[in-house]
């Protein structure tokens, strides 16, 4: 099992439309979780971080954790063309972070 | 502020031959440092981590080496490059294991 999964893409939406963008992992001890975001060509930036379970809002950004089933979420309201990108879903599992593959996002206007 | 600085952005190396990629770190001491590695289309491969001035722990083994020589530098080596060692090189730190990390911009590394 993979240590972080996330849900295969590529999503596409269209614009002004919620994206949702789910992962799971495998360490029940993991603590930390984080969304990136990674344009092509670029590395990744850090967009959300979230520790405790329950619901995370950063503008058009909500971050949701549920520790018991291991879910991590990433709503995107308001979904503009620029938010087309790689969405990668990272866990602290200590000392280091797991990544999953990432989601593909499309925003079509 | 923190700043992470990753060079050169773009290296063309044929098979067999060494290299070398630095990354430093302004703003912070005693960071925690990561090297990873992506394939094209693929997700992040941490390849080593470092806590301190030579610590260096090795998550893949391979033809790659790391090493700390000062608090905020890490350096990313190999004696002999494979076609198989392509891809996007990432540098990233942090403060402390639970905390998020920052990249640089990467390295794109393609071997002919």
């Known amino acids: 099992q993979k240590e972080v999964e996330q849900n295969s893409g590529p999503l596409s939406v269209p614009e002004g439309a919620i994206a949702s963008l789910n992962c799971t992992y495998s360490?029940?001890?993991?603590?930390?979780f984080f969304w990136y975001r990674q344009y092509s060509g670029k590395s990744p930036e850090l967009i959300m971080s979230i520790y405790s379970n329950g619901d995370k809002e950063d503008g058009r950004f909500t971050a949701q954790l549920n520790k018991a089933s291991q879910y991590v979420s990433l709503l995107i309201r308001d979904s503009q063309p620029s938010d087309s990108a790689t969405y990668l879903c990272?866990?602290?599992?200590?000392?280091?972070?797991?990544f999953g593959a990432g989601t593909r996002l499309t925003v079509k206007p | 502020s923190q700043t992470i600085h990753q060079w050169p952005a773009t290296l063309v190396q044929p098979v067999g031959s060494p290299l070398s990629l630095e990354c430093t770190v302004e703003g912070t001491s005693n960071p925690n440092l990561y090297w990873y590695r992506q394939a094209a289309g693929r997700g992040l491969q941490l390849l080593f981590y470092s806590v301190g001035i030579g610590q260096i722990s090795s998550e893949v083994p391979q033809n790659l080496s790391a090493s700390r020589p000062q608090d905020r530098q890490f350096i990313l080596s190999s004696k002999k490059l494979l076609l198989s060692d392509s891809g996007f090189y990432l540098c990233?730190?942090?403060?402390?294991?639970?905390?998020?990390?920052?990249f640089g911009d990467g390295t794109r590394l393609s071997i002919l």
């Open positions: 990233a730190w942090n403060t402390r294991e639970n905390q998020p990390q920052h």
């Open positions: 360490d029940r001890g993991s603590q930390s």
């Open positions: 990272a866990v602290n599992v200590n000392p280091d972070m797991r």
